[in-house]
């Protein structure tokens, strides 16, 4: 097994161990059945060359001074980690996870990645029924309303972190902590002065595309993020 292949199945186990103390709710027990499955077949970890966005870098080692001390063994297998990741920033182009033209600002364009650690082709494990993810923002960076077929699991590594759930007013939630967006439910998230990192899964549907749910405060929240 090559050192790439290691540190990335390392990094699942220390993901999933961490999973198994919020193992409570439906769609957390559907990811944990899914996960274990895939372990047991044995999948071939396939080679991905390195990659993080330049503007990125910086910002992103500092998550290390905001994973809680829960997250012990995830952050100590991330760092092993690190170096062996392929990460991309997601647009709207209709090239990644965004149906092309939507309106996802410029500050979300230019705050994110993701890593695919398992999910379609493209991604280090292949799997046609789960799209497991790491998924970066950088400080001061709003991802707007939208919402998507796919049932999805947030495993929030770091936070606080700020997310508006539907209708419901904004709510913090810290590192080590779950949310569960259920099919189609619309959802966004802000990011104040320290860099977010989370878990991210689709549990079903995982061929679908995100839509933008217009709000009329984008650009007032925007805007008062950048005062962070």
Sequence with gaps: MSNQARAVVELLAALEDALLRHGRSEAVNTLLMKMRALRAAQPQVQPLSPHMPDHLCIDFRGIYDHLPSSLFTVSSALKEAEPHLHWKADDASGAGYYQRGEDIGESYAQGNMCCPLIGPTGSFIESEDLLFVLFFLKPKTLYRDHCHKASEVYFNL????GFRLDDRDWSDRPGDSVIWNRSWSV??????QMPFLAAVAWIADIDSTIQVTARDDWHVLETELQQY
């Design 158 to 161: 770091t936070g606080p972190a």
């Design 187 to 192: 959802h966004a998230t802000r990011v104040y």
